[in-house]
């Protein structure tokens, strides 16, 4: 069975402060666990520096297959580099891309891992003086740029989630006015059919009242001419009352006369045939009297009606 070559899959390799660089990732292939701890080797243009685990960062045990992380810092003004690689003393080392300047997580890489120590550009460079302020400078404002590249991609996101927010708001803004537009729209037009509507029910109100106002001075007149007709008829009455208290004192007279008695039983028949007659022109009187007070209590009725009917519509 051949074996398996032995590889490191990166996870992560990015700056994580302007004095230190982050890394995530595996061995595959691996049999046994390294002797040495890992530290990097970063070669420049003035040399190489090497970049010990912060105590407590490493995570995870350098076992096959097995993730782990750890964080390097580094022990002297940083400095621009060209190359890094991943070193565990002289047994295994690894060659590592450049870092990446945000610290999520990136595209994971496959490595080759070579069991050559690694040297070094020039191993004395340890012992060179500290690198020229103009380095540490340019070290630093790589390390802002970087900085600054993230923050600015952050307000970029920030700024489209923001335009994205505020487009649908606009478009909720605009669905909002449309739907408030047509709901005035629809309450004008019931207003407009409420107003043609009152103003038909005042019409036919009006209509009604004067209708209701002529019928009114029709059963007063008819009421005043009957009055006058109960008026004629009492007047009649008392004449009828009067004639025939004077036909009593005649037939008193009569009475007691008794040589004139033949005489005046002519004038006493001629008397009751009068009195007989006044007493049927009093029955007619009396029926038309009594038709008028019901021909007025009907209209009276109708009059009552209609005065409900006016206010109901009202």
């Known amino acids: ?23 995530s990732g595996r061995f595959l292939g691996l049999r046994d666990g390294p002797p040495d701890g890992p530290e990097l080797v970063i070669s420049g243009a003035d040399g190489a520096h090497h970049l010990p685990v912060v ?14 992380d750890a964080v390097f810092a580094w022990q002297e003004p940083p400095v621009a580099f060209e190359a890094a690689q991943l070193a565990f003393g002289s047994d295994l080392v690894v060659d590592l891309p450049g870092p990446n300047a945000r610290r999520s997580r990136s595209r994971r890489r496959t490595l080759r891992v070579s069991r050559a120590a690694a040297e070094p550009a020039n191993r004395d460079a340890r012992d060179e003086p500290p690198p ?9 404002a790589q390390a802002e740029l970087l900085a600054t590249q993230e923050a600015l991609h952050d307000a970029r996101e920030t700024l489209q989630r923001t335009q994205e927010e505020l487009a649908r708001v606009r478009d ?82 009569l009475e007691h006369a008794g040589a004139e008695a033949d005489r005046l039983r002519g004038d006493l028949e001629t008397a009751r045939a009068e009195t007989e007659s ?22 009276l009725e109708r009059l009552s009606s209609a005065r409900d009917t006016a206010g109901d519509a009202a």
Not at 1 to 15: G, K, N, V, Y
Not at 56 to 65: A, K
Not at 201 to 228: H, Y
Not at 242 to 251: C, F
């Open 132 to 140: 020229a302020p103009e380095a540490v400078q340019r070290l630093r």
């Open 278 to 299: 006044a007493a049927a022109e009093r029955d007619r009187a009396r029926n038309a009297l009594e038709e008028a007070r019901e021909d007025a209590q009907r209209l």
């Open 1 to 23: 069975m051949p074996r398996q070559s032995l590889t490191f899959e990166l996870a992560r390799f990015a700056w994580g402060a302007p004095d230190r660089l982050e890394l």
């Open 55 to 68: 105590p407590g960062s490493l995570s995870g045990p350098m076992e096959d297959g097995c993730w782990w």
């Open 172 to 253: 909720d803004l605009v669905s909002e006015r449309d739907q408030r537009a047509a709901d005035a729209e629809r309450f004008q037009h019931a207003l407009a059919e409420l107003r043609v509507t009152a103003e038909e029910a005042l019409s036919a109100e009006q209509d009604a009242t004067r209708t209701a106002r002529g019928e009114l001075r029709e059963a007063l007149e008819m009421i005043d001419g009957k009055n006058a007709a109960m008026s004629e008829l009492e007047a009649a009455e008392a004449a009828s009352r009067s004639a025939r208290e004077e036909l009593q004192d005649r037939i008193a007279e």
